[in-house]
């Protein structure tokens, strides 16, 4: 099948210039060219008029949870059922590919990947590790720690090298692409303050070195400047929220060339991050004290902002979405606006388009989609098309507004055309 999208301006997912008056060809599930000029409609299957709009790669989203709800009682059943609408709502937003983030994804990612309902790309981590005591403990995990190696529900707990490596090989036994660790504090953790440290620095290295001869790399949950050096140090090639980065550990990543993923960006309401950890129905002895650990973190978001800014840090995507909001509707179109303020339009565009590219190269081998590129549009990329009405690269609050999403393309497969 060939298709054709022509008379669209095309932003390539690196170059901040955009090419204008151009026409994209599709064959089967790949861009095969992109060209300006006259051409012959005979050629093609089908050919779309992109009425000068503007045609960007498919969005990513680099830090996600589609398989765990977080919800008490939950099921992983019923996480099942709403990961499937909730991949359904982010590919209509034009999210063509996510990083799963710590949940357990094989039969969502299966089931998309093999066309039985609408989703983008899943790059599974599976469990994400934790130790006792961590940002991921709780009583059901511990309880569960005997036979959650090979009975996941998201989480899997680990003490010691020997145990941080046999949990990380279990993850690339279910098929992870990448492994996460808990490696600090969190806002919405039971019995870990976010100025946690987490894992030695001899057990992160044991899961390194694990994910390395799997021919992947860690990703790693931590807050605080100390967090962020230990997992540098040990090889930790992902940084997940990082918000109180100060200088020396700005200069660490830069030289390390370690991606930051400054998730979430606190687009839901003030009262919510300002009272996480406050859990009802948990055990009293549990619950966080003192000073609630979401306003501890966004104190410092106009600190890290500035550092990222100031040593041009290679940041990423991500919502740190959880599938449990009202409705379970993702909201990353208010991430972006905030990914504006903080980052400008170009270097947020990038964080969702070209710089997930590079961090796929980082799973080699272990890449579940190696027959194309993703978060790029040029020859040999998937074709993974947003259009959209407005140009982003210029003006980010264009994807503010799901309503400027008027195009979606994966793998060659049109899901939505208000053109």
């Given at each position: 099948?060939?298709?054709?999208?022509?008379?669209?301006?095309?932003?390539?997912?690196?170059?901040?210039?955009?090419?204008?008056?151009?026409?994209?060809?599709?064959?089967?599930?790949?861009?095969?060219?992109?060209?300006?000029?006259?051409?012959?409609?005979?050629?093609?299957?089908?050919?779309?008029?992109?009425?000068?709009?503007?045609?960007?790669?498919?969005?990513?989203?680099?830090?996600?949870?589609?398989?765990?709800?977080?919800?008490?009682?939950?099921?992983?059943?019923?996480?099942?059922?709403?990961?499937?609408?909730?991949?359904?709502?982010?590919?209509?937003?034009?999210?063509?590919?996510?990083?799963?983030?710590?949940?357990?994804?094989?039969?969502?990612?299966?089931?998309?990947?093999?066309?039985?309902?609408?989703?983008?790309?899943?790059?599974?981590?599976?469990?994400?590790?934790?130790?006792?005591?961590?940002?991921?403990?709780?009583?059901?995990?511990?309880?569960?720690?005997?036979?959650?190696?090979?009975?996941?529900?998201?989480?899997?707990?680990?003490?010691g090298v020997a145990e941080c490596r046999r949990a990380a090989r279990e993850q690339f036994f279910f098929g992870a692409s990448q492994i996460k660790i808990m490696a600090g504090g969190g806002m919405s953790s039971l019995c870990?303050?976010?100025?946690?440290?987490?894992?030695?620095?001899?057990?992160?290295?044991?899961?390194?070195?694990?994910?390395?001869?799997?021919?992947?790399?860690?990703?790693?949950?931590?807050?605080?400047?100390?967090?962020?050096?230990?997992?540098?140090?040990?090889?930790?090639?992902?940084?997940?929220?990082?918000?109180?980065?100060?200088?020396?550990?700005?200069?660490?990543?830069?030289?390390?060339?370690?991606?930051?993923?400054?998730?979430?960006?606190?687009?839901?309401?003030?009262?919510?991050?300002?009272?996480?950890?406050?859990?009802?129905?948990?055990?009293?002895?549990?619950?966080?004290?003192?000073?609630?650990?979401?306003?501890?973190?966004?104190?410092?978001?106009?600190?890290?902002?500035?550092?990222?800014?100031?040593?041009?840090?290679?940041?990423?995507?991500?919502?740190?979405?959880?599938?449990?909001?009202?409705?379970?509707?993702?909201?990353?179109?208010?991430?972006?606006?905030?990914?504006?303020?903080?980052?400008g339009s170009y270097k947020g565009l990038l964080a969702a388009t070209g710089n997930f590219n590079d961090i796929t190269k980082l799973t080699t081998y272990q890449n579940p989609y190696p027959g194309g590129e993703i978060g790029?549009?040029?020859?040999?990329?998937?074709?993974?098309?947003?259009?959209?009405?407005?140009?982003?690269?210029?003006?980010?609050d264009v994807l503010g507004s799901k309503e400027n999403i008027l195009f979606v393309m994966k793998d060659g497969q049109i899901y939505k055309n208000k053109l």
């Open positions: 099948m060939k298709k054709l999208i022509k008379n669209v301006n095309v932003f390539d997912g690196r170059n901040s210039s955009v090419l204008e008056h151009q026409n994209i060809v599709i064959t089967d599930n790949l861009v095969t060219d992109i060209f300006a000029g006259d051409f012959s409609e005979e050629n093609f299957d089908e050919v779309i008029d992109g009425k000068n709009q503007f045609a960007i790669p498919g969005l990513t989203d680099a830090h996600v949870h589609l398989g765990k709800t977080h919800i008490d009682g939950a099921t992983a059943s019923y996480d099942a059922i709403v990961g499937s609408v909730v991949a359904g709502k982010l590919l209509d937003h034009g999210i063509t590919t996510v990083r799963d983030a710590g949940s357990v994804t094989d039969g969502l990612k299966r089931a998309i990947d093999e066309g039985v309902i609408p989703g983008p790309r899943i790059y599974p981590s599976m469990n994400y590790l934790s130790q006792t005591c961590g940002h991921g403990d709780s009583a059901d995990a511990h309880t569960n720690r005997d036979i959650q190696y090979r009975n996941p529900r998201g989480v899997a707990l680990c003490d870990d303050p976010v100025e946690t440290l987490q894992f030695s620095l001899e057990e992160i290295k044991a899961i390194v070195e694990t994910a390395a001869d799997y021919g992947s790399y860690v990703l790693a949950h931590l807050y605080t400047p100390a967090c962020m050096q230990r997992a540098v140090r040990a090889g930790v090639k992902s940084l997940e929220h990082g918000h109180w980065l100060d200088e020396d550990t700005a200069k660490l990543i830069k030289d390390n060339e370690v991606f930051l993923n400054p998730c979430p960006q606190f687009t839901v309401e003030e009262a919510k991050w300002n009272h996480m950890g406050e859990f009802s129905g948990q055990p009293s002895q549990l619950k966080k004290k003192g000073k609630p650990g979401g306003a501890k973190v966004k104190a410092h978001i106009e600190e890290t902002t500035n550092l990222i800014n100031k040593y041009d840090l290679k940041i990423l995507f991500g919502t740190d979405l959880m599938i449990m909001y009202d409705g379970y509707e993702p909201r990353e179109n208010l991430d972006f606006t905030v990914y504006k303020k903080r980052f790029l549009l040029k020859k040999g990329s998937y074709a993974d098309i947003v259009i959209t009405n407005g140009n982003p690269v210029e003006d980010l």
